[in-house]
């Protein structure tokens, strides 16, 4: 019968399976340990993928290829360590053009994110990064902030389920200022308070880039619903939002409500496993009545007693008809265009767009009247 023997290795934690072998004691029939981590492009494409060396080979020179524009963390090994990430910026030295890299859950500390801080200053066409699920604090968030200072092109960020605390959220805040292109952002499960989420928060009113925004998970209690319905009254770019697994009761379920009635923008809202009651979920039902963009909203695993059946129903039949409110505005939208298109042939685009937009669906003009107006731009 064979036996099972669990390898202790700091890199590579693996079940083996291996008979003994005859003579010797079970223990010394264990393969010789692996060598050291090497980073070793494995090409599909233009993804390379980590790879760990077969036992028996001796270890290899890190080397990355300067035209990679894609890497991601393998099936083979789910562990690199600050001395790997070193490994890795120094194979990535010279590689100015790398566009998606994903750490996630690869034991990268402060230490690690410092040692990919200079070549992250270095890399102004990073567009994603995932770097979530590792040890990573305020001061790695801060250097982290600082190295993506530069870089405008960056539009995901993954950090959840590290231990950022309120002034590494701060810092982040600040280094991504100037930022326009992030659209998606994880802080997801991190160690940061009221003061972090009210700085974010600050920031969020006016962003008009960022399009999800995940932070299940983040000790949110009412007070911070309340922080973030502020933000939904004012921001007009923000489409999906998830809160779930946050302390929000009632009240920061009626403050969300009230933010509802008046956001225009909100497509997906994620409130699940919180402590909302049937107090909560009647104010939203209510908000829902007014709000026509919103089309999913989740409220499973919360305290309320007719989810299934009163509220369930209410809300089902409401993000019914915004869903297909929205159907219609995009069908709309599509069919405004080409008339404008057909009707003005020889204007720029541009100009169709603006007339389209704010003709047929803002001031309903016929399109008798639309022929009129787009005839007024080309005899100018």
């Not at 009163?310 to 069908?331: C, D, I």
């Amino acid at each position: 019968k064979s036996l099972s023997f669990l390898l202790r290795c700091p890199l590579l934690p693996t079940v083996i399976t291996t008979p003994p072998t005859e003579g010797l004691h079970p223990c010394t029939a264990l393969p010789p340990p692996p060598p050291p981590l090497c980073l070793e492009p494995a090409t599909f494409g233009r993804s390379f993928h980590w790879t760990m060396p077969c036992p028996a080979s001796p270890p290899k020179t890190p080397l990355l290829p300067t035209s990679a524009s894609t890497l991601t963390r393998g099936e083979q090994f789910e562990w690199i360590g600050d001395e790997g990430a070193r490994e890795l910026a120094d194979a990535l030295r010279g590689n100015t053009v790398l566009k998606r890299l994903d750490l996630g859950a690869v034991g990268i500390t402060d230490a690690g994110v410092a040692r990919l801080v200079n070549w992250l200053r270095g890399n102004i066409m990073l567009e994603y990064l995932d770097i979530s699920m590792n040890e990573i604090s305020d001061n790695g968030a801060a250097q982290l902030a600082d190295g993506l200072r530069g870089n405008t092109a960056l539009q995901y960020l993954d950090l959840q389920m590290n231990r950022i605390g309120d002034k590494g959220v701060s810092r982040l805040v600040d280094g991504f200022r100037g930022n326009t292109a992030l659209n998606v952002l994880n802080l997801s499960a991190n160690k940061f308070g009221i003061e972090g989420l009210g700085r974010l928060a600050d920031e969020l009113r006016d962003n008009t880039a960022l399009v999800e925004l995940h932070l299940k998970k983040a000790h949110i209690r009412d007070e911070g619903a309340g922080q973030l319905a502020d933000v939904l009254r004012n921001n007009t770019a923000l489409k999906h939002l998830e809160l779930g697994g946050n302390i929000i009761k009632d009240e920061g379920a009626a403050l969300l409500a009230d933010a509802l009635r008046v956001n225009t923008a909100l497509q997906t809202l994620d409130l699940q496993a919180c402590f909302i009651g049937d107090e909560g979920a009647a104010k939203l039902v209510d908000a829902l009545r007014e709000n026509t963009a919103l089309q999913k909203l989740h409220l499973e695993d919360n305290k309320i007693e007719d989810l299934g059946t009163r509220f369930g129903l209410q809300v089902h039949k409401l993000l019914e008809r915004n869903h297909q409110l929205q159907q219609e505005a995009v069908t709309r939208r599509k069919l405004v265009f080409v008339w404008s298109a057909q009707i003005g042939a020889g204007l720029p685009v541009e100009v169709i767009e603006i007339v389209a937009r704010q003709s047929l669906w803002d001031h309903q003009l016929s399109p008798r009247e639309l022929q009129f107006l787009l005839s007024s731009f080309l005899n100018e």
